[in-house]
């Protein structure tokens, strides 16, 4: 079963703009959220996380909500430049699921110039 | 070195064929894992180490798959046996200490292409 979802495969952005990426999850165990950005032929980046204790975390341009009764997460980009034309994970973790992290498929963001 | 380094970036091999592939973490990083990725979907775990003893393996797919880390720091995955299926991108990232709250680092990935 795919405990983290990401249901957007792709999204395109004019340069400026906002970009929402979403993220829902189905395992209420999960405490603590991440989101990565990979370039093609590179390993995954680290963005910005939240704990479950928070609904809101903010760095820079980068912001993630949490709501955890509607079990999901959103990375707002704003305002959105070509460099952050990337594939963004999702991941999670939790008590009953350790150190290891689950991840969503992805959603590739495309900035338009 | 500055970051995860895992080789070799690419590595094709024939149906049947034993493969190693091998990860430096961060050094100083006691946690390390191995996770696995195909086309379109995002990275599976594999295997988690916290110092030299494997504290997760509950994702390895199966016995054809084993991985190690003697001396706590650089780990190798291996692969018996391999198949078609097995073709993918290994990638592997390391923490400083492990555990929930933790942000994981991780390297280029290792593509595997079994032919």
């Known amino acids: 079963d795919q405990q983290v979802k990401q249901n957007s495969p792709s999204l395109s952005v004019q340069e400026g703009r906002i970009s929402i990426l979403n993220c829902d999850y189905t395992n209420s165990m999960f405490d603590y959220f991440l989101w990565y950005k990979k370039y093609p032929a590179e390993g995954p980046t680290f963005l910005i996380s939240i704990s479950s204790i928070k609904d809101k975390n903010e760095d820079g341009r980068f912001t993630v909500f949490l709501n955890k009764s509607a079990k999901h997460l959103s990375l707002h980009i704003v305002p959105s430049q070509p460099g952050d034309s990337a594939v963004y994970f999702c991941a999670a973790s939790g008590e009953t699921s350790g150190s290891r992290l689950t991840f969503g498929e992805g959603t590739q963001l495309t900035v338009n110039p | 070195g500055a970051g995860v380094s895992q080789t070799p970036s690419n590595k094709v091999t024939e149906k049947g064929k034993y493969v190693e592939l091998r990860c430096d973490p961060i050094s100083g990083h006691t946690a390390l894992y191995w996770y696995r990725q195909s086309l379109g979907q995002g990275p599976e775990f594999l295997i988690y180490?916290?110092?030299?003893?494997?504290?997760?393996d509950s994702g390895l797919p199966n016995d054809r798959f084993f991985a190690v880390r003697p001396e706590g720091s650089v780990s190798t995955l291996k692969i018996q046996r391999t198949e078609r299926g097995d073709s993918a991108m290994y990638l592997c990232a390391s923490s400083l200490t492990g555990g929930t709250n933790t942000e994981a680092f991780f390297g280029q990935g290792t593509r595997l292409t079994v032919v």
């Open positions: 180490f916290q110092g030299t003893g494997a504290a997760d």
